[in-house]
């Protein structure tokens, strides 16, 4: 019911995305599951590395738990902040969904359908996820299932970035 409800929503939303090369993006938005430290503690240097790098950076992490999450550096949503379904309650989460990034990256290992959910929806000119089963989600899947750690998922995502390029040449991904 909530693949067939999203599907739904996703051909109501019509975008047409037109992916940039890497080194000329603007904006990177990046979702990632907060909920465990050692997470947060690989994933918040990677967000450093894109604003090094010149990137306009929104962040925000996901906390598989109730706990409050105003007390982190980064906006954060847990699940008070979505229904039953996973789907966003949050006016902060579907304004996220809605910004036009040139890339969206979401960062987890496993499963994780609140993120799925607002990537799926995502009007970003590109979306970039580990391996799931809903394809529909991504429009680059880095399939990590050999080595799933998030610092090997990371390095993966920067090596395939940094690969997309100027839709004149080749692209080979």
């Avoid at 047409?16 to 990177?28: G, L, M, N």
């Avoid at 990632?32 to 997470?39: H, K, L, N, S």
């Avoid at 395939?160 to 100027?166: D, G, P, R, S, V």
């Amino acid at each position: 019911m909530r693949t067939h409800f999203l599907q739904k929503m996703m051909l109501q939303l019509n975008c047409r995305r037109h992916p940039v090369p890497f080194e000329s993006a603007k904006s990177v938005g990046v979702l990632f599951d907060a909920t465990e430290q050692m997470q947060r503690d690989q994933v918040l240097p990677f967000i450093d590395s894109l604003k090094r790098k010149g990137k306009e950076v929104v962040t925000i992490g996901y906390f598989d738990s109730k706990q409050d999450t105003n007390s982190y550096a980064f906006k954060a949503f847990n699940k008070n902040d979505i229904n039953w379904m996973g789907k966003p309650k949050s006016d902060i989460l579907k304004n996220y969904a809605d910004q036009t990034f040139d890339f969206l990256i979401c960062i987890y290992q496993g499963e994780c359908l609140p993120i799925e959910y607002i990537a799926a929806l995502s009007k970003a000119q590109m979306r970039v996820g580990p391996y799931t089963d809903n394809t529909y989600c991504y429009d680059l899947i880095i399939d990590t299932t050999k080595n799933d750690s998030t610092k090997h998922f990371l390095k993966e995502v920067d090596f395939y970035l940094n690969k997309i390029n100027n839709r004149h040449e080749q692209t080979s991904i």
